[in-house]
């Protein structure tokens, strides 16, 4: 077969990746990194790259995202040659290699820019594309490598890696740790940690592994370690039963990392997480704990699908995350058999899935990809979330035993290498008579959601017929493959029939002859995907629908309908019935979704004068619950609500006075981090006494605050929260700064405040130059970077000067990047919408 030839362009083009894979194979590298206890100072470091090369006349391009003067010196099979560097690529003349075996020595100053340094640790961070950006390696997924490590650190720190440390050496002020060969890995996968960290070991179910980690508060340390620790053995040992393949690794280990850029990085033996994520207070209520397990879990379940099996461009990135959580869900139905499954299924991901495929800028699953450089732009709520839904329908049209028993084969069959989406669809088939091709082209390749419809009709009281339809919300014409239930609701009663939904339009033959219902609720059971119709009549029988799940489906629907301005499900309706369900919903997952979208909708989706007719009456009304509400994680989600639409100087004063006392109400446990969330939701209302201001209620708070890296969060965050506007604008500015965007948590939770709904109206002056930063953002942020700086900056407006300003700059940027335009479209949803609606 005749090698392709390469055009070369900047990033890992796909033509680029092809040409390599078709030429190189047995890849290892030899790493040496020397870091200074300085955290500026260059890191010196060296590299051996082996690899057996099948002969042509192509160049080799070696990829590596710095400035030339980074390269020192380039050996090739034990010869040293002309360094040639062109387009973020080292060139090997092919006169310089050989068939089979050859070895490329670098010596070479590390790139910096996903290293993520700090005065007293740093982490490597390389997913999809950035490990180029710290030594020269070839950094396509597809060309798994054995990786061999040694970090010299300074004395007082430690190490981590994805393989088993072999030795270390102290030297003076210096220690030298040296790792064993890794597994087979992609370049995005390999990882080290360092610094001033705590290790904990620990061997539940005889299964060995370590924690590292930063947490100085003794009291969450102490209620954490053993749930971290017993669920990753039981997700281990889920994941095994599940693909009856053992751990595939050398080692489990995980870092605690503070504010780290994701929930969690799935790196092969040396997992990272965000600490916050991680360590809980006595405070945290269920679905914070919820949440941990299924983070837990889902990097856990990586290990197979992502580690073991990787995809092989990453176009298909979606495949691994799809799996995680689908995976992550499963185990946690296990981990948590007390546990309403179906319902943290529905409210762990429709919602979001709906916030991404409703809008002007919909992407599919499945999405082309050209260049490396460009796959951080693939990531977001439709891989994390539409595809677990997706999934779900799957297992469902399937059967769970026969997609197991296929995703059993899948992993069997290309372990420790690559494989495609089309390939583990090719193994389905041989398990199921149905048409996947035509189930994916819609639920895969394709955008959007269907918009359903009913027709009910009834003589004497009896049902004579039922039709259900779908078409799509946007312009073309095609059917999403689903089943899910629908409920007929009687005064007395709930009947709950399934539809197997196949078709533009479907006939219910099993109603035919049933008592007319007072109203029938679409989607009962949460497995349908799309957008249900709902009335105002619902909005009168949901109170008394006594299934949790067909509670928590009705308010996902009513919510999308109030945002799509379906005319009988208004904002204040929606907010009324949820005012009412405060004390009266009895599942916490579901009040937390009410509670979130109550939130919305009062600073959101109503008008500023109506929203000033309604503080008192909800102020009033939410504290009226708090008081009547009896368990403990469930008032303190109410109190988080009232924290967050006081408006009032009454619940303002009520607001200082907990916080200065640090008494909370009554059955409500508030910790650290719940007084410091305080004292800035008092800092942005700029509220003060004659004894103390805004300004000094952040800085007693930051005396209050005890962890080193927590405090240097909120340090960053003051300027965002200053009553001066000068002092405001200062911080936005130094944005436009690289080095000051360097803690991405740091920066969206500080716009977060800039922007805060009391604030919009100094702050709408940033948002055409947020923009402006976008593709600098997109260029040397982190993969979630854009969408999370987009959602923060353009999350609290509902006024048309901010919807014009966002309209303008997509007209002057016709030729805009088509992924980063859907992000903005994407975040921009609710201000268009909130803007129809409340104007």
Same mark, same amino acid.
């Given at each position: ?20 894979? /078709? ?7 030899? !790493? %040496?990194?020397?870091? @200074? *206890?300085?955290?500026? +100072?260059?890191?010196? $470091? ?93 950094? /396509? ?7 061999? !490590? %040694?970090?010299?650190? @300074? *004395?007082?720190?430690? +190490?981590?890696?994805? $393989? ?112 916050? +994520? ?562």
């Amino acid at each position: 077969m005749p090698i392709d030839s390469v055009d070369l362009q900047e990033g890992v083009s796909e033509a680029l990746a092809r040409n390599r894979k /078709q030429v190189l194979s047995n890849i290892t590298y030899k !790493l %040496s990194f020397d870091i @200074p *206890a300085q955290k500026d +100072s260059p890191i010196p $470091a060296t590299e051996r790259i082996t690899f057996d090369w099948q002969k042509n006349t192509n160049s080799l391009s070696i990829d590596f995202k710095e400035k030339e003067d980074h390269l020192q010196k380039i050996r090739v099979n034990g010869k040293d040659v002309p360094l040639v560097f062109e387009k973020e690529h080292v060139q090997i003349a092919a006169e310089y290699l050989k068939k089979g075996k050859n070895t490329v020595d670098i010596d070479f100053i590390a790139g910096d820019l996903s290293l993520n340094r700090n005065a007293e640790y740093l982490y490597t961070l390389l997913v999809p594309d950035r490990a180029r950006t710290v030594f020269p390696c070839l950094d /396509q997924p597809d060309l798994k490598a054995s990786f061999e !490590l %040694s970090l010299t650190v @300074p *004395a007082d720190w430690i +190490s981590v890696s994805n $393989a088993p440390l072999r030795d270390s050496v102290i030297s003076r002020m210096q220690k030298s740790y040296h790792f064993h060969p890794s597994d087979l890995l992609p370049t995005y996968l390999f990882s080290f940690v360092a610094g001033k960290f705590d290790r904990v070991a620990r061997t539940p179910g005889g299964r060995e592994m370590t924690l590292y980690h930063r947490e100085t508060d003794t009291s969450k340390i102490r209620l954490s370690l053993d749930p971290i620790f017993e669920t990753h053995a039981d997700a281990l040992g889920f994941m095994e039963d599940y693909t009856q393949i053992k751990y595939p690794f050398q080692k489990f280990d995980f870092a605690a990392i503070p504010d780290f850029q994701y929930g969690g990085m799935e790196h092969a033996g040396a997992i990272q997480y965000k600490a916050a +994520s991680l360590f809980l207070d006595k405070g945290a209520t269920r679905n914070q704990k919820m949440s941990r397990i299924k983070l837990l879990a889902h990097e856990t379940a990586h290990m197979w699908f992502g580690d073991l099996v990787t995809m092989r461009w990453f176009n298909d990135v979606w495949m691994k995350e799809v799996f995680a959580n689908f995976m992550a869900d499963k185990i946690a139905k296990v981990a948590q058999p007390l546990s309403n499954y179906d319902l943290e299924f529905l409210i762990s991901h429709f919602p979001t899935a709906y916030g991404v495929d409703r809008t002007e800028g919909p992407n599919a699953i499945g999405q082309p990809l050209d260049n490396l450089n460009q796959a951080g732009t693939m990531y977001g709520p439709i891989i994390y979330h539409k595809a677990p839904i997706m999934m779900r329908q799957l297992e469902r049209l399937m059967g769970p035993d026969a997609l197991r028993d296929g995703l059993r084969e899948y992993l069997k069959k290309y372990a420790y290498g690559n494989a495609t989406w089309p390939d583990l669809i090719a193994i389905l088939d041989k398990y199921t008579p149905i048409d996947l091709a035509a189930w994916n082209k819609v639920w895969v390749n394709e955008t959007g959601r269907p918009r359903f419809d009913y027709n009910l009709n009834a003589s004497a009281g009896k049902i004579t017929n039922l039709t259900i339809t779908q078409q799509s919300e946007d312009e073309f014409d095609r059917t999403w493959p689903q089943y899910f239930e629908i409920a007929l609701i009687y005064r007395d009663r709930v009947e709950e029939l399934t539809v197997n939904m196949n078709a533009d339009t479907v006939l219910v033959p099993e109603v035919v002859g049933r008592d007319m219902p007072l109203d029938i609720l679409m989607n009962s059971s949460g497995q349908g995907y799309g957008l249900f119709p709902m009335s105002r009549n619902m909005v009168v029988q949901l109170p008394a629908i006594a299934s949790p799940l067909m509670r928590a489906s009705a308010y996902i629907s009513l919510y999308e309908n109030m945002l799509n301005k379906n005319p009988a499900i208004p904002p204040t309706l929606l907010a009324d019935l949820y005012v009412k369900m405060l004390d009266k919903e009895t599942e916490e997952l579901s009040l937390d979704l009410i509670t979130d979208q109550l939130s919305h909708i009062f600073w959101q989706f109503m008008k500023p004068e109506a929203r000033k007719a309604w503080a008192d009456y909800l102020e009033k009304k939410v504290w009226e619950a708090l008081s009547r509400i009896e368990d403990g994680n469930k008032k303190k989600i109410v109190f988080k609500l009232y924290q967050n639409i006081a408006e009032s100087q009454e619940a303002k004063d009520r607001l200082y006075e907990i916080w200065r006392t640090q008494q909370a109400p009554a059955g409500v446990t508030l910790t650290e981090d719940d007084y410091t969330s305080l004292a800035l939701a008092l800092a942005v209302r700029e509220y003060g006494t004659s004894d103390i201001s805004a300004k000094n209620i952040l800085e007693q708070q930051l005396t209050r605050v005890k962890n080193p890296d927590r405090k240097k969060r909120l340090e960053f965050m003051l300027p965002a929260l200053s009553a001066d506007v000068s002092e405001r604008d200062a911080f936005f500015n130094s944005l436009k700064e690289e080095k000051n965007r360097e803690h991405e948590s740091w920066v969206t939770a500080a716009l977060g405040y800039l922007h805060h709904p009391l604030r919009i109206e100094a702050s709408q002056k940033y948002l055409r130059p947020s923009l402006d930063l976008l593709e600098e953002i997109q260029k040397t942020g982190d993969i979630f970077f854009p969408e999370a700086w987009l959602r923060a900056t353009l999350g609290s407006y509902q006024s048309t000067e901010a919807e014009r300003i966002v309209r303008s700059f997509l007209q002057e940027h016709p030729n805009y990047n088509p992924r980063l335009k859907a992000k903005l479209l994407q975040s921009a949803d609710n201000l268009f919408r909130a803007e129809r609606i409340v104007n």
